[in-house]
Nanobody, 117 residues
Framework: QVQLVESGGGLVQAGGSLRLSCAASGRTFSTARMGWFRQAPGKERVFVARISWSSGNTYYADSVKGRFTISRDNAKNTVYLQMNSLKPEDTAIYYC??????????WGQGTQVTVSS
């Protein structure tokens, strides 16, 4: 099993920044990649960004490309999501996930991000 705990959410004005953290514990060696997803009120959960534990390769949704940066600290088993130039439409619950090439098997409890206009 892998446990994921997100932190760093909050309320910020449009144009501001937040950094989310996701601390992983347990059988983290069984996971190849980490991802961030978000779910806005009344909408489905959607992909935001992912990173490979080993190579550090990253991939982003078009909606956040150039504004968000995903990174990892392998020594701390922690993944970060730096969010800059935030917009009201970025308001959502952000979830951290861990998995492999076939999908994400483990999910955190989520952290709320609210961007005011």
């Amino acid at each position: 099993q892998v446990q994921l705990v997100e932190s760093g959410g909050g309320l910020v004005q449009a144009g501001g920044s937040l950094r989310l953290s996701c601390a992983a514990s347990g059988r983290t060696f069984s996971t190849a990649r980490m991802g961030w997803f978000r779910q806005a009120p009344g909408k489905e959960r959607v992909f935001v960004a992912r990173i490979s534990w080993s190579s550090g390769n990253t991939y982003y949704a078009d909606s956040v490309k150039g504004r968000f940066t995903i990174s990892r600290d392998n020594a701390k088993n922690t993944v970060y999501l730096q969010m800059n130039s935030l917009k009201p439409e970025d308001t959502a619950i952000y979830y951290c996930a861990a998995g492999g090439l076939t999908g994400y098997n483990y999910w955190g409890q989520g952290t709320q991000v609210t961007v005011s206009s």
